[in-house]
């Protein structure tokens, strides 16, 4: 199946997402299953709900787009989910002053898991507490910590 690249389709639903009140996070194509899953997410969080309203918001928007050229495929809309590793940026940027969790490829001080809370990501670097600062090329995984 032929499709349009996936961030031309986050570009066109920008607009969009603005307009239902969320942020388009993340997006994909799965060639399996001939779907595209838009991640969303706002502040306070998301609910069914709003995946619905945004859901029913980009269908029509996406059959004017036409992102495969006329094939049939499924369009998904989600959560990032608690645990998604932070990709971009503005995933780290988004979560200054929240606590995360980060795992190593290999040991940085002697340690290759660290817990903190995020309070600054800049020069390619996460810095826990205003004390901890690892390089993101050594970082396997950044997300947030799921305390129970």
Known sequence: MKVKPIAEVIEF????AQEVGVAIVDAEW???TRSLTIYIDKEGGLDLVTCEKFHRAADGPLDELDPTFG??????????????P????ADFLRHIGE????HLYAPFEGKKYYE?????YADGA???GGEVRIPVEKCAKVCLLIEV
């Open 13 to 16: 639903l920008r607009p969009v």
């Open 30 to 32: 799965d060639m399996r």
């Open 71 to 84: 094939a049939a495929y499924t369009l998904n809309c989600s959560s990032p989910g608690l645990d998604r």
């Open 86 to 89: 932070f990709r971009k940026e």
């Open 99 to 102: 606590k995360v969790e980060v």
């Open 116 to 120: 903190g809370v995020l309070t600054e």
């Open 126 to 128: 996460v810095v826990l």
